[in-house]
């Protein structure tokens, strides 16, 4: 049984950082694209970043600039580091898993809840 576990969320000011994690015990991590999403209830949910096999990043726009993903293969841990903290940031954040690196993803976390307060 596969599980992806998020940390580090929680609260914070605007302007404020803070930094998620994602530990992959059961997973082979390397061969995985990994990505975080969030959702904010009754909105869709936003793909925030995705980083691939060899590390190449992308982030929605509505981060560029303040949030940088990035992964450790020999740690089986996705990091989401997360600065300029604003209020419309509040969300459930999860990370997932894509074996084939075509936006199916394959496995999810529980989600961490980051609130930010202005």
């Known amino acids: 049984q596969v599980e992806l576990v998020e940390s580090g969320g929680g609260s914070a000011q605007s302007g404020g950082s803070l930094t998620l994690s994602c530990a992959a015990p059961?997973?082979?991590?390397?061969?995985?694209?990994m990505a975080w999403f969030r959702q904010i209830p009754g909105k869709e949910r936003e793909r925030v970043a995705r980083?691939?096999?060899?590390?190449?990043?992308t982030h929605a726009d509505s981060v560029k600039g303040r949030f940088v993903v990035s992964r450790d293969n020999a740690k089986n841990t996705l990091y989401l580091q997360m600065n300029s903290l604003k209020p419309e940031d509040t969300a459930i954040y999860y990370c997932?898993?894509?074996?084939?690196?075509?936006?199916?993803?394959?496995?999810w976390g529980q989600g961490t809840q980051v609130t930010v307060s202005s």
């Open positions: 059961g997973l082979t991590y390397s061969l995985y694209c």
């Open positions: 997932a898993a894509d074996r084939f690196c075509d936006n199916s993803y394959n496995y």
């Open positions: 980083i691939d096999l060899i590390g190449r990043a």
